[in-house]
């Protein structure tokens, strides 16, 4: 006898998809309120399709990982600037009860 079971894809709950990416419940409802990631809502309740899950990686790696309105990154490499030392003066000894002996 075969088997019958229809093809559907397998779901996911947010907290499913926050735990596998590493974030938080709260980021994963976001993303689907925001139609960032596709979701179906059953009730009061979200689900999210494997693949609907690996459509939004697949946009979230073309962009980077940077969130929607996040500025790119500066071009070229970036470099730290050296701590200048500072002189210390009489006026560099802050006024007040740190200063003072009891």
Excluded: C
């Amino acid at each position: 006898m075969q088997d019958t079971k229809p093809n559907l894809p397998t779901y996911f709950t947010p907290e499913e998809v926050a735990a596998s990416l590493r974030v938080t419940a709260p980021t994963v409802y976001e993303w689907l309120r925001s139609g960032q990631l596709e979701g179906v809502k059953a009730g009061k309740f979200w689900r999210v399709s494997q693949p609907a899950l690996e459509a939004f990686l697949k946009i979230e790696r073309g962009r980077g990982g940077r969130p929607k309105n996040a500025a790119a990154p500066p071009a070229g490499p970036v470099v730290q600037a050296e701590p200048v030392p500072l002189p210390l003066t009489q006026n560099a000894v802050p006024k007040g009860r740190a200063g003072r002996r009891r």
